[in-house]
């Protein structure tokens, strides 16, 4: 048996995987573990102290606000802008995609409230698997955490595919001239990317390096970025025609929606700023304003960089692949085209940075649980950065690269993401209005009542919205959303109140959040939902035959722990922590 000591370099040190005669004993068990774990909520000083002292060494407290106001535009503003404004303008919503950017914005700036104070109050590197973890157990945390890893591996490899296209194109070449096709493979899977896989590894290399290092250099990246964008603005709003707005929404209500949640995948990222929070030095002051602040200007510069497209050019000429480059060239400004190419190339750049920084901490605190194996939750003594879970993660990303066509990897959107945010706002719930111990039966009954109530009715409205054209339906679930969150604000009382920072309009904005990420998901094609759940059975099987039994022996082992050490020493003992920074 090889024991757990908070940091152990085994890939599976748990006593079920000492050997074959144990794993069949715990996978015997399995059924008692699971109702031990499915409802296992952690503590937040489990997280904060306990959880994190698994990675040997602390993470480096080097950032700012400054620093994640930067790093929350370099996660959001990449290549997107420059793509699906057109491709949606054109398709679905007309000059009224401003009015989708405005719709997906917001959704996005809810979700950023509630991460938000999970991450003032947590501020540990799990983004939300922690907060999931602490408030709705390490089950539906598991699950959470297992597709936001999906969504940032597929989107990075969409990202870095892009980025040869755009690189082709600056340099005047074919988007596709730099690729290997190799025939004898099957297609969509034929065109061999080799700049990706590079580019990706580069981007590995400065995040292993330094979280320092990486926000200078998101924040360099940024500026350059954010002035091409200015300049789109500028120039592009020069050669306006009002005319083109006439028909300003030639799709109706469906199409602006249909866009947002499209659109969506625009503002993905943001939740990459939450992980950093164990490497701010002030995560009460410079979480808050780097969430919000970099939301904001983002969808400020995602409604002009709209307006703009569609006052150059009729939606209908707009072209899908490059609207922006075209646009410019319809006006005379062709030679506008090669800035947009610059810029975007920048734009996915930090996309790939800030997603790189994100995904590893999300690994990382994932794998101190012993959900996956502990060999991940290393942070290196001299960088104090996650190298393990780094170099892991960018494989994944840059093998998929390597082999995937951008046509299968768009496919896959925003439905995880969607879906962890909803999870997100739930646990908010969770964590102002029930505490074990606390909260009566009698508040816990109406809470879960409210609960179900303001799930089932956003379902309900989502799925008459995918499935039907008329409005009958939304004069009933609409009222009912309503009055579950009013029953939930006037009848059930907070268990707890924020420490630090704490969401306003509580419980309204998160029970918004849900609805308009229900909502959204139910805009979102079969296909994706396909995709969303064999991923998710993947996952099950994973966490019924290694992540359960891992996760189950790690909580004993630390039960057992935490009772020697009252009965030795009469109190917790708290794992220590070497601080890297010194």
Not at 268 to 294: H, Q, Y
Not at 453 to 462: D, E, N, Y
Request: one cysteine or more; aromatic letters at 12%.
């Amino acid at each position: 048996m090889a024991e757990e000591k908070g940091g152990s370099c085994g890939f599976f040190p748990e006593e079920s995987f000492s050997s074959w005669g144990s794993y069949v004993k715990a996978l015997g068990q399995t059924r008692t573990r699971l109702a031990d774990r499915l409802m296992a909520r952690s503590v937040d000083d489990a997280e904060l102290n306990e959880v994190r002292a698994r990675s040997q060494h602390e993470m480096k407290k080097t950032l700012t606000w400054w620093d994640l106001i930067w790093f929350g535009m370099g996660a959001v503003i990449g290549a997107g802008i420059f793509v699906l404004t057109g491709l949606e303008a054109k398709e679905d919503a007309g000059p009224a995609v401003i009015l989708s950017f405005v719709v997906s914005g917001v959704s996005a700036m809810l979700s950023v409230f509630c991460y938000t104070e999970f991450a003032v109050e947590i501020p540990v590197a799990g983004g939300s698997f922690a907060y999931l973890r602490v408030e709705l157990g390490d089950f539906v945390a598991f699950i959470a955490a297992g597709n936001i890893i999906l969504e940032y591996v597929i989107g990075g490899a969409a990202v870095a595919r892009s980025w040869t296209s755009y690189f082709a194109t600056l340099l005047g070449r074919h988007p596709d001239q730099f690729r290997v096709i190799v025939h004898s493979l099957a297609p969509n899977y034929n065109h061999l990317d080799p700049i990706a896989v590079a580019v990706t590894a580069i981007i590995g290399i400065i995040a292993s390096l330094s979280t320092k290092a990486s926000s200078r250099l998101n924040y360099v990246a940024s500026i350059v970025h954010l002035a091409i964008i200015v300049f789109v603005i500028a120039a592009g709003l020069s050669k306006a025609d009002t005319q083109n707005y006439a028909d300003f929404a030639p799709y109706g209500p469906r199409g602006i929606f249909k866009a947002s949640a499209v659109l969506f995948f625009a503002y993905v990222g943001f939740d990459a700023v939450s992980t950093m929070a164990e490497e701010t030095k002030n995560p009460a002051r410079d979480v808050p304003i780097g969430l919000v602040g970099s939301m904001s200007v983002t969808t400020l510069l995602y409604c002009l960089m709209a307006l703009t497209l569609c006052l150059m050019q009729n939606y209908k000429t707009i072209d899908s692949d490059a609207p922006f480059s075209i646009a410019f060239g319809s006006v005379g400004m062709n030679w506008a085209k090669y800035i947009v190419a610059f810029g975007a190339l920048k734009g996915m750049t930090t996309v790939l940075l800030v997603s790189a920084v994100g995904q590893a901490r999300y690994l990382t605190h994932i794998s101190r649980t012993h959900m996956i194996p502990p060999w991940f939750a290393l942070v290196n003594k001299r960088t104090g950065t996650p190298v393990n879970a780094t170099i892991a993660m960018l494989a994944a990303t840059a093998i998929i690269a390597f082999f995937t066509s951008l046509s299968i990897l768009s496919n896959l959107l925003s439905i995880s993401t969607l879906f962890i945010f909803m999870l997100v706002a739930v646990a908010l719930l969770v964590r102002r209005y029930y505490a074990a111990g606390q909260t009566n039966r009698s508040d816990q009954t109406k809470f879960i009542a409210f609960v179900v109530l303001i799930l089932g009715s956003s379902v309900a409205t989502a799925v008459y919205w995918a499935t039907s054209t008329g409005w009958v339906a939304f004069c009933v679930t609409v009222p009912i959303w309503f009055l579950a969150t009013l029953g939930l604000a006037v009848f059930v009382p907070q268990a707890r109140a924020p420490k630090l920072w704490g969401v306003p309009l509580v419980p309204w904005l998160p029970s918004a959040s849900i609805a308009i990420n229900i909502f959204l998901l139910g805009s979102i094609d079969k296909k994706s939902f396909m995709r969303f759940g064999v991923w998710t059975a993947f996952l099950l099987v994973y966490y019924f035959f290694v992540g359960l039994h891992a996760s189950y022996d790690t909580a004993k082992a630390s039960e057992q722990g935490k009772l020697s050490s009252q009965v030795e020493e009469g109190q917790s003992r708290k794992p220590a922590l070497v601080d890297s920074s010194n």
